[in-house]
């Protein structure tokens, strides 16, 4: 059967982080051309190692929410061919931040959507594959989420700024765009980590093995899903997928795990005993979501199942990171 992603070249921005690093690796085994455009703000060259250094690969420092850096980005790598579909990842993944901050989740979540699809417009690339998020859904307690769920109610602005660049996303593909993939990310885990709960555990410990505080007081429950598998679903959906504009939920089938169980479970890879520490409210930070639990039957009919779980990614990538870490 031949490769259905064979001489295509694929952009991907924020290709730096340690989403797009994994994602990266499985294209070019695909044999695609890439071009990576990050502004470094969490990724870095560095994560993509020897990936950075193939010929096949173009990596640039760029601002993608500004569409004319996009386009100079693109153009100083022409000669690894036309790029005929992006993947578009970059975004601010520093919820607390965009708290403080709205700005930064409308310049760096919204606006880098919004760029994109000028510079998909302008040079005719139809394809494009969206990462979005499960805080689109809001806080609906123990409802059990699908991709149908009403009404989207974000509580952060992280989440605000996801499901704007999805409806906007949606009105390209009525106005010029041939299709469009949406990902509604779980809680991801893996490395090159740059941040999460798992990444700030282990950093505490590190600063100080006796003590480890958690912010909230870890009953918070969600799935979790390794970076390893996400890559997998989303080339699934990419190649199997029909639909103009598909909205799809990729995450393990399970109910999730508990804060409380990922603290228990880093204080038992790192080693030692530290006193675990927990806050008084069910939330972490503002625009936490406490509790959610996806629904992927969508996924699963078009043929798609995780065989691994939250607690299986969670340990695998506790065991990555700390290793990493610690090297």
């Known amino acids: 059967m031949s490769n259905p992603l064979a001489a295509e070249v694929h952009l991907i921005t924020g290709g730096a982080g340690f989403i797009g690093v994994n994602l990266a690796a499985a294209l070019l085994e695909r044999g695609c051309n890439l071009v990576i455009l990050d502004n470094f703000s969490r990724g870095s060259r560095a994560n993509l190692g020897a990936l950075a250094d193939d010929p096949r690969v173009g990596v640039a420092q760029v601002d993608c929410s500004d569409a004319g850096a996009i386009e100079a980005g693109l153009t100083g790598f022409a000669s690894l061919g036309t790029v005929t579909e992006i993947w578009h990842l970059a975004a601010n993944s520093d919820i607390p931040a965009g708290i403080a901050d ?30 979005s998020t499960g805080a689109v859904y ?35 593909v009525e106005a010029f765009l041939g299709r469009a993939n949406i990902f509604r990310f779980p809680n991801v885990v893996g490395v090159p980590a740059t941040h999460g709960v798992i990444y700030d555990f282990v950093g505490k410990l590190l600063a100080d093995p006796s ?15 390794h970076c390893d598998t996400l890559v997998e679903a989303m080339l699934f959906i990419r190649d199997r997928s029909a639909l103009a504009y598909g909205v799809y939920n990729i995450g393990p089938s399970d109910a999730g795990v508990t804060v409380k169980w990922i603290a228990e479970t880093v204080a ?31 996924l699963r ?22 290793a990493l870490r610690r090297s």
Do not use: C, H
């Open 138 to 172: 809001g806080d609906l307690g123990d409802v059990e989420l699908r991709e149908t769920s009403a009404p989207l109610e974000p509580i952060s602005n992280y989440g605000a700024m996801k499901l704007a660049s999805e409806v906007q996303i949606r009105a390209a």
């Open 211 to 225: 003590r480890l505080e958690v912010l909230g007081d870890g009953t918070q429950r969600k799935p979790y899903f």
């Open 301 to 322: 009919q078009l043929g798609w199942t995780a065989e691994i779980g939250s607690q299986a990614s969670v340990r695998k990538a506790i065991e990555q990171i700390v």
């Open 102 to 131: 709205p700005r930064i989740d409308l310049t760096d979540t919204f606006l880098t959507t919004f760029a994109v699809l000028q510079v998909m417009a302008a040079r005719g690339i139809e394809t494009l594959n969206f990462a």
């Open 268 to 298: 038992d890879v790192f080693g030692g005993e530290p006193e675990i520490v927990y806050g008084r409210e069910n939330r972490g930070w503002v625009g936490d979501v406490p509790k959610f639990r996806y629904n992927t039957d969508k």
